[in-house]
């Protein structure tokens, strides 16, 4: 009897996180990290937090026109770290910026480059071997992932052995997302965020998890899952990717966030960028609050309250004021426009025909003339609405 549920069991594994199986011993725990939090209060060893702007300095990622994933990661990394920061349980190391890894990383890699060869290479065997026990099961890979060159991989799994031996507690890796087969100019098809966290036989599956469900469930207030189907859950587990850990490579509790994919307007429009990013930051920091049992209170944005201007909306343009119009307008329950979803709908900072809508729509509830712009009356009216 006890075999068959078992089995049974085993079957669910399939199902995402209805039951996790770590094939590993386990070396990462919600229970543990809060702990680890707790202590950090009352005055012992912070929480060590790495945020790793995904790629490298000057290589690698999805590019799209003028823009390069692996800069703009930097741009939320750092934004993420100011946040955490002013926490002073938190210990926050961001691994890179545009041009450099943090010297500390830099100092391993050219000190360790052997060592993480010799890492690999026995991880990579011991993998072999839970393999061929049947201990871990191969996950079909369904998810295409630019194959990284050997040094950029090694690089990788680098920053997973500093991490082990410094004892990060958490790390946050920072990505946009790309979908094959679209030209440099043309956008591709999918869009939205994912996390993604740990194959759930590796050791550090059960904190990574729980960790990215906080960040996935703070992120999805107003940022449609992905439209890929294998993401649409929004937490994705992984085997093949080394942040995650591949090869139970990493001890600590890891997430990588795609944050939007990098032909969304979100992100090509540097007029509201700005905007999206400090959103994207925030509620990342919220998620983070929220899984250590101290939530951030108040709404998932920085964009709000917002001075308003009277102005014309024009279609087809982004600014921050459009972006804190589509903020407010969501959280009166305006946008997206009946019978739109966020994923046809972000809330963007551009304004397209939703926006326009929405605006209309808020302005007859009020008795106001529908010009779906911000003249006078809107503007009080928005005013009044607190927002
Ligand atoms: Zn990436």
């Known amino acids: 009897m006890h075999r068959i549920v078992a089995v049974f069991l085993l079957c669910a594994v399939a199902v995402p996180f209805a039951y996790v199986h770590a094939a590993f011993p386990v070396t990462s725990t919600k229970e543990d990290l809060l702990l680890k939090y707790e202590a950090a209060a009352a005055g012992g060893e912070k929480v060590r937090i790495l945020v790793m702007p995904g790629h490298e300095p000057e290589y690698g990622g999805a590019e799209y026109r003028t823009l390069k994933e692996r800069d703009i990661a930097v741009e939320i990394a750092n934004k993420i770290a100011a946040h955490l920061e002013a926490n002073p349980r938190y210990e926050v190391i961001v691994a890179r910026d ?8 830099e100092g391993y890699f050219d000190r360790n480059w052997k060592g993480i060869q010799r890492f690999v290479k026995d991880k990579k065997k011991e993998m072999q071997k839970m393999l061929r026990k049947g201990a871990v099961e191969e996950r079909e890979f369904q998810v295409e ?3 990284a060159a050997t040094d950029v991989a090694l690089r990788l799994y680098g920053i997973n052995k500093w991490a082990n031996e410094y004892g990060i507690d958490l790390a946050i890796h920072v990505h946009l997302n790309d979908h ?24 550090n599956a059960s904190g990574s998890t729980a960790l990215g469900e906080a960040l996935a469930k703070n992120l999805n207030k107003w940022n449609a899952t992905s439209t890929l189907p294998i993401e649409n859950y929004g937490v994705v587990p992984s085997q093949s990717l080394i942040a995650m850990g591949s090869n139970n490579t990493a001890e600590f509790a890891t997430v990588l966030v795609e ?74 329950g305006f946008y997206p426009p009946a019978g739109e979803l966020l994923i046809g709908c972000p809330v963007s900072g551009y304004a397209g025909p939703c926006t326009t809508r929405a605006l209309k729509v808020f302005q007859a509830s009020k008795g106001l003339e529908q010009t779906g712009s911000i003249g006078p009356r809107t503007k009080a009216a928005l005013q009044a609405s607190g927002l």
Request: hydrophobic share 40%; proline share 6%.
């Open 180 to 203: 094959m087969g679209h030209g440099l100019a043309s956008p591709g098809v999918h869009s939205g965020f994912a996390v993604y966290v740990p194959d759930e036989h590796y050791g």
């Open 98 to 105: 545009t041009l450099a890894w943090h010297p500390e990383l």
């Open 145 to 147: 992932h630019n194959a």
């Open 259 to 332: 944050y939007a994919y990098i032909y969304e307007s979100k992100i090509t429009y540097p007029e509201a960028r700005g905007v999206v990013t400090d959103d994207f930051a925030y509620q990342t920091y919220k998620g983070v609050e929220e899984f250590f049992g101290n939530p951030v209170l108040g709404d998932y944005t920085l964009a709000l309250p917002y001075v308003w201007k009277a102005e014309e909306i024009e279609e087809g343009t982004a600014s921050p004021q459009i972006y804190a119009l589509q903020v407010a307008l969501h959280s009166l």
